[in-house]
């Protein structure tokens, strides 16, 4: 059974940093495309980061101060947040599709058959 388990996220001034991390268990993680998402307050989830098969992608929004990690051997997923302004606020999903599912490892957050963890509040005040 596909598990993905996010740590707690936290509040922060802006310009602060944060480091999340996502347990995964139940598949093995090369079969899979992986990826961090967010939901802010009135708008759908949205990509943040993906590991793709050409790279990591990153969303333009968070170019230059996130970074997406992978200790394959703790079967975790990180995203590093540096530089974090108030607009980052809101849920943040570690998301995983099998590989076949998605050419490339491109995948929406719409994707039907994706998994999710349960998500993780992030808090950035100004």
């Known amino acids: 059974q596909v598990q993905l388990v996010e740590s707690v996220g936290g509040s922060v001034e802006a310009g602060g940093s944060l480091r999340l991390s996502c347990a995964t268990s139940g598949f093995r993680v090369s079969d899979y495309c992986l990826g961090w998402f967010r939901q802010t307050p009135g708008k759908e989830r949205e990509i943040v980061a993906q590991?793709?098969?050409?790279?990591?992608y990153y969303e333009e929004f968070v170019q230059g101060r996130f970074t997406m990690s992978q200790d394959n051997a703790k079967k975790t997923l990180y995203l590093q947040m540096n530089s974090l302004k108030p607009e980052d606020s809101g849920t943040y999903f570690c998301?995983?599709?099998?590989?076949?599912?998605?050419?490339?490892?491109?995948?929406?957050?719409?994707?039907?058959?994706?998994?999710w963890g349960q998500g993780t509040e992030v808090t950035v005040s100004s």
């Open positions: 998301g995983a599709v099998e590989s076949w599912r998605a050419a490339y490892c491109k995948w929406i957050a719409a994707h039907p058959l994706a998994h």
């Open positions: 590991f793709r098969s050409d790279g990591i």
